[in-house]
């Protein structure tokens, strides 16, 4: 029913204080199921980015969608372990990168231009596999989130040109998500 209703994937949480993870079991039970349909899977990373979780799903023969950008640490740049593991989760051609949360990922605040090189190191790696997302409703800030139109702008400040912002909002996600752009 739900494919039929146009969804085309599915979130899965390793985040213990969230609830809902699934035993390795469930989980297994799930991709298959996302691979008959032809779906991806979404993985919410852990507040301390991808690495403890990465083993239950960088094997994975579906397309992957990684949230939040990983979580990398700005301040480790280039050395931060998520990160890392991000561009060799790239370089396989089955994962994708959401560039989302970057205001919660920054550890300086507005404009949040410290996530900027992560963004950019996801948009080298992987033009084709990058897509965005403001994070609406922002449902777990326990401060008040910012204005949106913000965060499009720190989207703007990711990209290097036109193109690239046509790939990560147009072509990427309709790629992804299965319709026509």
């Known amino acids: 029913k739900l494919h039929d209703a146009g969804v085309r994937g599915a979130r899965c949480s390793f985040r213990q204080e969230l609830g809902a993870v699934l035993s390795d079991k469930d989980f297994d039970r799930a991709i298959a199921r996302m691979r008959e349909l032809g779906w991806y899977a979404k993985i919410q990373p852990e507040k301390d980015g991808i690495v403890s979780s990465a083993t239950k799903y960088e094997n994975l023969d579906v397309p992957v969608l990684i949230d939040h950008m990983a979580r990398p640490d700005p301040v ?56 965005w997302a403001s994070d609406w409703p922002h449902p777990v800030s326990v401060v008040q989130p910012p204005n949106d139109a913000d ?16 790939r ?10 299965g319709y026509e752009n």
């Open 76 to 131: 480790r740049g280039k050395e931060d372990p998520n990160l890392k593991k991000m561009l060799e989760l790239l370089s396989k051609g089955n994962f994708w990168v959401m560039l989302s949360l970057g205001e919660k990922t920054s550890k300086k605040g507005p404009p949040w231009d410290d996530v900027i090189p992560i963004a950019r190191a996801y948009i080298e790696a992987a033009p084709d596999r990058c897509v």
């Open 151 to 166: 965060l499009l702008e720190l989207l703007y400040s990711y990209v290097s040109d036109e193109a690239e912002l046509k």
């Open 168 to 177: 990560i909002l147009v072509t990427n996600p309709a790629k992804l998500f």
